[in-house]
């Protein structure tokens, strides 16, 4: 006949072994055991998340402008920033209103359109 207990005792000792082969100890509180000389893995920084976050606010915005200004006066402004010549003109290259600016200004008027409804 089989003791329910042993079974139950025969099991903890199995998950200790295991724990202990995979580098676990048994550590008091406050002191430093086998954990503190671990090495922690190094995290690798998230550089694509963060360029698609500020290309995709970047379109976000100039979509925003595009809207707020109208597709006219948008455009002449950027014309007459580009003008100006030097860093100015560069940054009108990056401010012109390319299809994908266009596509989000129209998603903002249509949402507008619908919440005004």
Do not use: W
């Not at 809207?67 to 006066?73: C, V, W």
Request: hydrophobic content about 40%; charged content about 25%.
């Amino acid at each position: 006949m089989s003791d329910p207990n042993m079974k139950e005792f025969y099991n903890r000792v199995v998950r200790i072994e295991q724990a202990h082969s995979m580098g676990y100890g048994f550590e008091a509180e406050g002191t430093l055991g086998r954990s503190f000389y671990r090495r922690t893995p190094v995290r690798r920084r998230p550089v694509f998340r963060i360029g698609v976050f500020l290309i995709c606010f970047c379109f976000g915005m100039k979509g925003a402008i595009h809207y707020n200004m109208g597709a006219e006066s948008y455009d002449r402004r950027v014309a007459e920033i580009e003008a100006r010549g030097g860093l100015d003109a560069v940054q009108g290259f990056l401010m012109r209103s390319e299809p994908v600016t266009r596509l989000i200004s129209h998603g903002i008027g249509v949402v507008i359109e619908r919440s005004r409804t």
